[in-house]
Structure formats: C-alpha cells, structure tokens
C-alpha cells in the first residue's frame, strides 16, 4: 500500500520519494505537496530498493514525472568505520536500482542526493562544485563518498547517453525533525542533542565528545533543503552537480555550547582527542543556487531549537531512532 501525501484536483505533477520515512523524504513530502503536486512517499515498508524487481515494479506501476533519491544507508564516522562494505555496496544498489527503473519508466527528472563528504578531505573553502575529484577523500567516511560519487557519474551518464534531464544535488550536513538519534550511528548534531538532554535528566556533570572539537561544520535545516529541491526541480538542467548549504560554519566546540546552552547543560565537556576529528573544515560554495533565487529561512541556533523540542515531544512515542 502506498503513501499518497497529497491528491487533489489542482495536482500537477507525480512525485515519487525514495525514502519517504526519514528525514529528507518527510521534509519532502510535505514541502512538494504544499505546491500541489502528487507525492508518493514510499518507504520500506513498500519496498526494499535493493531489491531490483520490486524498485521496477513500483515506479513502473506508478509512472512518477519526478523521482528523488532520499533512501541512503548513512552514518555518523564511527558506523563509516565499521561497515565500510554496507556504506558502499547498499548506497550503489539502491541508486541503480531506482535509476535503471526510473529510465524505464521514462521518468522526466531524477533528482539524486548526494553529500558534501563527496568532496577532498582537504580541498579549498569555500568547496566549489569543480573541486570534486581534485583529491584524496576523508579516509573515515570514503565508502559512503564514493558512492555517491558513483551516483553522479551515473546521472550523468543517462544525460549523455540517454539525453535525460536528471539531476545531482550535494546537500550540506542535514539536522531537524525524524533525525537518527541513534547512540551508535547516528551524526554529530542529534547525537549532541541526546547526549546533552541525557545528562540533563540523569544529572550526570560531564559529557564525553569524540575529537579536538576543531573542525568547522556547516549545518542546514532539512526544510530549507526541501524548499532548494522544489526550485531544482522546476528550474535545473545540468550535469554539474549543485551544492545547497547555509553558507554559515561552526566549530564543533562552538556547535557543543550552543547545545548544551540550549538543553540546559551546566556541566563540564571531555573532549576524547583519541577519536578522529574527521574533515578538519567544510563549508560549501552555494553560489549557484542562491544565483537561481534561493535563500535558505532557518537560522542554526532556531533550527536546533525546533529540533530539541521536537526530540522531546516525540521519544516517547516509540517512532524515534534512538
């Protein structure tokens, strides 16, 4: 049984998300059937993208105009070390999987999410579209970057092969409502928040954070990257990727104050230097888009706000990833 978000009679188009449960797909979903348009929200409950038979099946029975690859295997850097084989190997099937259909069903615009980690460890700042390639790769998350390398390849591969109009998106690190809040794999942002919110409650006086605290980060609300998707989806054609980011950067340490400052933590921070920092800075260059009139609405200490009493409301609930 599908998800149909939204059907009316002002309906324009059909959207088919990928991932329609997580993050992204739910930011989705609700910002594309505010424009009214078709949305299927399928997740996997539905089907299984690693499954070739049943990814054909569905989008050939539904025949979407427009297709966005939400659904990823992701992880913050300890789950990127320890499943390196399940990073690459899951996120290359089910991008080829959902591609290989979607031409099938003649589907007019695929939108692929990637991620900024596709980017050289060490590359300029701000990260321009043409720095990909240019380097070597951040060794703790290069599974999960290469294949989303692999998945700009291919959608370029269909345009120039098959002339389609498909597109890739490079997102920022993403935070908001139904993040993983998960203790083992989840990223640095909601996993600040759990922690911080747990100490508060059990008053426990010291939180222990992995690295130096050093590296710089960019942080964007998952509604703002929803609201860049339905202008893509109605305005580019490309085969150079895009970046969508805040334009404004953290210091993780800086990014663990405001939290905690935020939750009401008193205590004192460890920072464990023995665990990777990871990509010392990324801030990506969000030219482009903003060249085509978008602006992201969602300043970080609000947005994290929203996303706090969000986490609160809903981790009794028994749907939270925790």
Partial sequence: MLILVMLNNKAKLKVFIAGGNGMVGRSLARAFSQKYYEVYQITRSHVDFLDKTKTHEIIL???PDIVIDAAAKVG????????????????????????????LANVKKFI???????????????????????????????????????????INSYRKQYSRSWISVMPTNLYGPFDNFSKDDSHVLPAMIRKFLEAVENKTNIVELWGSGKPLREFLHVDDLASAIVLLSQV??????????????????????????????????FWNTRMPDGTPRKVLDSYAIR???WEPLINLESGIRRTVDWYKDNRQSGGLRI
């Fill in 61 to 63: 029975n539904i025949r």
């Fill in 76 to 103: 913050g850097i300890r789950a990127n070390n320890l499943f390196k084989v399940q990073f690459l190997q899951e996120n290359l099937i089910m991008q080829i999987n959902l591609m290989d259909a979607s031409h």
């Fill in 112 to 154: 692929f999410l990637g991620s900024s980690c596709i980017y050289p460890r060490n590359c300029g700042q701000p990260i321009k579209e043409e720095y990909l390639l240019t380097g070597q790769l951040e060794p703790t998350n290069s599974s999960y970057a290469i294949a989303k390398i692999a998945g700009i390849e291919l």
């Fill in 236 to 269: 580019y054609d490309s085969e150079l990727h895009i970046n969508v980011g805040s334009g404004q950067e953290i210091s993780i340490a800086n990014l663990a104050k405001l939290i905690s400052e935020i939750v009401g933590f008193k205590g004192e921070i």
């Fill in 291 to 293: 060249d085509l009139g």
